[in-house]
Every structure is written in structure tokens, then in C-alpha cells.
């Protein structure tokens, strides 16, 4: 049995809105349904409508608008273990990078480097030792002034290695 264009570009907008944990803004599934299919627009144009919301709100059997604009797929229970497992899924958090150096360039033909420090873990026994054993505050950056004339005698000790 063949599926009719309509049915099987539900199919289509079904899987991507299974597949999206938080739901899918109209756009998104725009770009989403265009990525899928080789960069072809969803040909809501077809089936005699003028705009991709009219369309989309005409789907009623396979998806639903929440009040805050996002569209969300209507699951039966061919599809609902898989829904069930993408939200399950964990979302990514963003690393921060903990090591970040900056160079500087003043005007005195200097480079200065700032490192930014690492901060380091401390157990509770280490924390909570006597005031005599900690450490003086040390700053958060640490200052390098780099000169010309160094710049050039590791310049000149590099070229002397070669």
C-alpha cells in the first residue's frame, strides 16, 4: 500500500517532532524539515494553503501549538517509546573554558600575558586548618611583562638551536 504525499510528509514532521525534547518553534521545523529533506521546503502549497501556519494548524492528528508558540507531537502508541526515551535524554551543558590567556600590547612596546588561574579544590580538613598554615591572598591574574629585548634574545636563541 502507497502513502499519499500528505501522509507521508506527516510522517516526516511527526519524526521531528518526536525527536525534539522541548518541542519545535515553526521556523525550527522549517529548518529541521529542509535539513531532512535535501533542502526542500515543506509544500504546504500543495495542498492549497498560503501559509505554512495554516497548514500546520490543519494537522490537528499529529501535532499541537502550546500557548508559548512551540509544536509539539501527538503520540499514539506506535511512537510513544520512543518519545519516551528522547525525554530521557540528558541535555548538554556547556563546558567553560578554565584556562584562558589574553595578550596585551601596550604602548610602551611591551606585551603583557594574562594567565587567569585555576581555582583548586580543598578538602574540609584543609580548609579548616589553623590561620598560621594559610597562605597569604594571592591574585586572580598573574602579570608577565614580556620586553622587546627578550622577545629577541629568545628569538636569537631559537635560531642559534636550528
Known amino acids: 500500500m502507497t502513502l499519499s504525499l500528505l501522509d507521508e510528509i506527516?510522517?516526516?514532521?511527526?519524526s521531528l517532532l518526536i525527536s525534539s525534547k522541548d518541542g519545535l518553534t515553526e521556523d525550527e521545523l522549517c529548518?529541521?524539515?529542509s535539513l531532512?529533506?535535501?533542502q526542500r521546503l515543506l509544500p504546504y502549497e500543495i495542498f492549497g494553503y498560503?501559509?505554512?501556519?495554516?497548514?500546520?494548524?490543519?494537522?490537528?492528528d499529529i501535532l499541537y501549538r502550546s500557548s508559548d508558540g512551540y509544536i509539539y507531537p501527538i503520540v499514539d502508541h506506535t511512537t510513544e517509546h520512543i518519545f519516551k526515551f528522547v525525554q530521557q535524554q540528558r541535555t548538554k551543558k556547556k563546558?567553560?573554558?578554565?584556562?584562558?590567556?589574553?595578550?596585551?600590547?601596550n604602548q610602551q612596546e611591551n606585551f603583557s600575558i594574562y594567565r587567569h588561574k585555576q581555582k583548586r579544590t580543598v578538602s574540609f580538613e584543609q580548609k579548616h586548618r589553623t590561620i598560621d598554615a594559610i597562605k597569604p591572598?594571592?591574585?586572580?591574574?598573574e602579570r608577565v611583562n614580556v620586553t622587546n629585548e627578550l622577545l629577541q634574545c629568545l628569538l636569537m636563541h631559537f635560531r642559534q638551536q636550528q
Open 10 to 14: 506527516k510522517i516526516e514532521i511527526r
Open 50 to 60: 498560503s501559509t505554512i501556519t495554516n497548514f500546520l494548524n490543519s494537522l490537528t
Open 36 to 38: 531532512f529533506n535535501s
Open 137 to 141: 591572598f594571592s591574585p586572580k591574574f
Open 31 to 33: 529548518h529541521d524539515y
Open 95 to 105: 563546558k567553560i573554558n578554565t584556562k584562558q590567556t589574553s595578550f596585551i600590547y
